[in-house]
């Protein structure tokens, strides 16, 4: 049987998500016990996600959107009021 | 070390600190609860330890312990902390960087967040700076998890990538 060729990105990416299976973390931990670049991707995505959650990255305060916008109201078709005999003028 | 040394000295490395701690847990909620402990233990031993010691290797032996003690809690928790034997190795990748190396890194994450569509900033405010879970976000969204998921893997992939190439451009040291 072949063994499994990890993304070790997307499972550094799923160990800072909190969701890593018993088998991802298994692959990561000896895979970072040997791998000093893995350890330092590791800690530079990890400094990233602090500096992004630490309100560190301004820009993405800026006009960033919370909600989806809301869908345009349809608005009813107002039908065009005929001029009716009288309108326009003084009736008093 | 002198209270007003510590409080500067965890205000100054707070973003370390707090990334090691997020790199050997893999969950920011509960690196940050552990980085209060770190805070608070620093306070008690603060009278032992020199005024001018290097704050983040101290930092790296007071975090390296409290995820070991804490590691049945985080199992509580549904996380997996890395292994016992690797957490040094992790840790130590903080303290041999150098302060101004991720200073230049928060520089050029400014700069490609910046360089980001309005859609993917939100994206990336709504999960990291409001924590918001991913399942809500895809909920909004009328999606699945398993997309919100991939769409920030691919996001914060990319914004390493311009990080990386913002770090290698020349004129910098």
Redesign the interface.
């Known amino acids: 049987m072949k063994p499994i060729r990890w993304d070790w ?2 499972l550094i ?1 799923r ?6 299976t ?1 088998d991802q ?1 298994a692959a ?2 000896a895979e ?2 040997g791998n ?1 670049a893995l ?2 991707r ?27 916008p809301r869908k345009p109201r349809k608005r009813a078709k107002r039908k065009k009021r005929r001029k009716s005999e009288g309108d326009g003028h003084d009736l008093n | 070390m002198r209270e007003e040394t510590l409080v500067r000295n965890l205000l100054q490395y707070k973003r370390v600190l707090e990334a090691m701690l997020i790199a050997m847990v893999g969950d920011r909620p509960a690196a940050e609860d552990l980085y209060q402990e770190m805070a608070i233990l620093m306070t008690r031993k603060r009278e032992g330890v020199d005024e001018d010691c290097r704050f983040i290797a101290w930092g790296r032996r007071i975090a390296v312990n409290l995820v070991r003690d804490h590691r049945k809690r985080l199992a509580r928790q549904n996380l997996r902390p890395l292994d016992d034997e690797i957490l040094d190795s992790v840790a130590r990748v903080y303290e041999e960087a150098g302060e101004s190396a991720w200073e230049e890194r928060l520089d050029a994450l400014r700069r490609c967040a910046g360089l980001l569509p309005e859609k993917d900033r939100g994206l990336l405010r709504r999960r990291y700076e409001l924590d918001e879970p991913a399942d809500s976000i895809a909920r909004d969204l009328s999606t699945s998890r398993g997309a919100v998921d991939n769409a920030l893997y691919r996001l914060r992939k990319s914004l390493h990538d311009c990080v990386e190439l913002r770090l290698q451009e020349p004129g910098r040291s």
């Open positions: 990105d997307f990416h160990h800072l998500a909190g969701g890593l018993e973390a990561l931990n970072l016990a000093p350890r330092r590791l800690a530079e995505l990890a400094f990233e996600q602090a500096a992004l959650a630490a309100v560190e990255v301004p820009v993405l305060n800026e006009s960033a959107p919370l909600l989806k």
